[in-house]
């Protein structure tokens, strides 16, 4: 009898250590999802924050290069928003153009921006513009597609690389 007691002791500890130990898990386990879903929502946030980033700043510089009265004014709004590398690949004829002020002005209508691909520092857009332009009292609209590879630098988004990548004249 005293066997059959002591069997019995030992089976109701151990039944009861597995289910602690099963109680534990279970606790774990859901720890473990509130944890997992704080980590989703977190990248997620992170994802639509990329893609939001660098946004404003790729439309302002499209703004300032493609709407203006004088190529100076243009070349002064420009260079606030773009690396050095940027300036010069948005300008690769600088010093061509610098005094064909006189009669040439051009006006951003439209814009369409995506973003291809982009990291915390780095974000590059597919950019399509409809633009017109007046040179000597004769205007045309044009189509312009442009890739743009924008930089954070001091926390700040620039314009590190333009590239056209077609354009077309439309009426």
């Known amino acids: 009898m005293k066997i059959v007691i002591s069997f019995l002791i030992v089976c109701v500890v151990f039944l009861g250590f ?12 859901h720890l473990l ?18 893609r ?27 260079r606030g928003i773009t690396t050095d590398k940027g300036f010069r690949a948005s300008f690769p004829y600088e010093s061509q153009l610098s005094d064909m002020d006189g009669g040439i002005s051009s006006r951003l209508l439209s814009q369409e921006n995506y973003i291809m691909e982009g990291t915390q ?3 590059v857009f597919l950019n399509k513009m409809v633009v017109a332009t007046t040179y000597n009292d004769v205007s045309s609209r044009s189509v312009i597609v442009m890739k743009t590879r924008l930089l954070k630098v001091s926390g700040r988004w620039v ?13």
């Not at 597995?18 to 386990?29: A, F, K």
């Not at 509130?34 to 990329?50: A, D, F, G, S």
């Open 18 to 29: 597995t289910v602690y130990e099963n109680m534990q898990l279970r606790d774990g386990n």
């Open 33 to 50: 999802r509130i944890e997992k879903t704080k980590v989703e929502n977190r990248v997620t946030e992170l994802e639509r924050k990329l």
């Open 52 to 78: 939001t980033e660098g946004v404003k700043e790729n439309r302002d510089f499209f703004d300032a290069f493609l709407t203006y009265d004088s190529t100076k004014k243009r070349y002064e709004q420009v």
């Open 121 to 123: 520092q780095n974000v």
């Open 159 to 171: 314009v590190n690389d333009v590239e056209f990548v077609s354009s077309a004249i439309i009426n």
